[in-house]
């Protein structure tokens, strides 16, 4: 299947079969769909999988018209054909052959349980919640097990600001900041769950006995991220984060007792753009296809570390405080300032065992710009939480 109109992913009668019904209970028709220009380049992993992945893939932009309640609707829209998991492991699995050394030595005893062989039941089953905020508008989805066809029509983000904005986190100031942060709050606050029944949802999530049974990768990751970036990963930080490795049975026994929620695991300026609403802001993210469950505070501690260059290293504490306050005033469970930055300290170690790990790995093979920033950031938010005491 080389192209979409090919398998007729362009074709009305695909998309109707995909639209779900509209709020209003009407029905609605789709009359024509035509091709619309979109840039796929953000995407990491759809960039990295698309080569290895013998289906079609990627985000297509649509002029789709509509009639609905008797009225014709012009509306603009992205058709996301996601790969299946299985694919994405795989191509992971050979950044780490090429990376050689003990990442290909260890990688592919663990390459299904890293958080990406399920990313294409992940997203869809997200975007199945209600939508009210921080998601853009899904139009519809569709799944063919048998055929291992996955896809999401959402709207195409149009009229919006700080869209892929990785590479400038200048731009990010402190109105967005704390726009993001209330915002964030709130969802979280939403999600929050007070039982385990969660864990049975979704394979791979964090807990003790994960972060213990995957010591060998975390090791690995950081084997590899000390061999090829010496002067990001100097011996002083990796020394502690292989102190952080020896310490997870002790640091995740206090947090497997913290309250989750539904976290978007990859929260930062290369997912999220923000709504001009009047003269409110609205953060949206988009591409939920990592999320897990966490402790709440862990997407702020990503975010933080995509954001705050070092002139702003001041302010992480301050932000961290905000948000602690602001989800406290949603859920009255966050008065102890002192647990949050403790679980916002494990959090931190977490974050920088997998998932920096996990960039570092794809930044041996095909480097990012933004990264050696992201990674300094990083290890400001150690020096400041002392997560090791």
């Known amino acids: 299947m080389s192209s979409l109109t090919a398998i007729n992913f362009l074709s009305p009668a695909f998309l109707e079969e995909m639209l779900w019904p509209l709020a209003s ?6 009359l024509a769909v035509e091709p619309l220009a979109l840039d796929n380049s953000a995407s990491i992993l759809v960039a990295l999988t ?12 649509l002029t789709v018209t509509l009639e609905i309640g008797g009225q014709t609707q012009q509306h603009a829209m992205v ?8 694919e994405i492991s795989a ?15 260890v990688y592919p005893a663990f390459a299904t349980r890293t958080g990406f062989q399920h990313t294409h039941q992940r997203e869809l089953a997200v975007y199945q919640l209600p939508a009210a905020g921080l998601m853009p508008r899904i139009w519809g989805t569709y799944i063919n097990e048998e055929a291992e066809i996955y896809c999401v029509l959402m709207e195409y983000l149009q009229e919006v600001t700080l869209l892929n904005s990785v ?15 209330n915002q964030m709050a709130h969802w979280h606050a939403r999600h929050l769950i007070t039982t385990a029944a969660h864990q049975s949802q979704w394979p791979d999530q964090p807990s003790k006995a994960y972060m213990q049974e995957l010591t060998p990768l975390w090791s ?3 084997t590899n991220a000390t061999t090829h970036f010496p002067d990001l990963y100097t011996p002083s930080r990796t020394a502690l984060l292989r102190t952080a490795i ?28 923000f709504r001009n609403q009047g003269d409110e802001l609205q953060l949206c993210a988009y591409d939920w296809e990592l999320a897990t469950y966490h402790v709440p505070v862990y997407d702020v501690v990503e ?8 002139d702003r290293y001041h302010l992480r504490l301050t932000y961290l405080e905000h948000y602690r306050q602001a989800l406290h005033h949603h859920t009255g469970r966050y008065a102890d300032a002192e647990a949050f930055r403790r679980e916002a300290s494990y959090a931190a170690l977490d974050f920088g065992l997998h998932r920096l790990g996990l960039y570092l790995m794809a930044h041996t093979v095909s480097p990012y710009p933004f990264l050696p920033r992201v990674v300094n950031s990083y290890f400001d938010t150690l020096a400041q939480l002392q997560p090791l005491g």
Not at 25 to 30: E, F, M, P, Q, R
Not at 94 to 104: I, P, R, V
């Open 25 to 30: 209970g009407k029905a609605a028709s789709v």
């Open 50 to 61: 698309a080569g290895q992945c013998a289906q079609t893939i990627g985000h297509f932009g």
């Open 79 to 86: 058709l996301k054909v996601k790969p299946h998991g299985r």
């Open 91 to 105: 191509m992971l699995g050979s950044l780490a052959q090429a990376c050689g050394g003990e990442l290909a030595d």
């Open 167 to 181: 590479l400038a986190p200048h731009t990010w100031t402190d109105l967005h900041l704390r726009t993001a942060l």
């Open 220 to 222: 690995a990751l950081l």
């Open 246 to 273: 020896q310490q997870i049975p002790g640091y995740w026994a206090w947090q497997e007792k913290q309250l989750r929620t539904l976290v978007h695991n990859d929260l930062n300026p290369r997912n999220t753009c």
């Open 303 to 310: 975010l933080l570390c995509f954001v705050l260059a070092e």
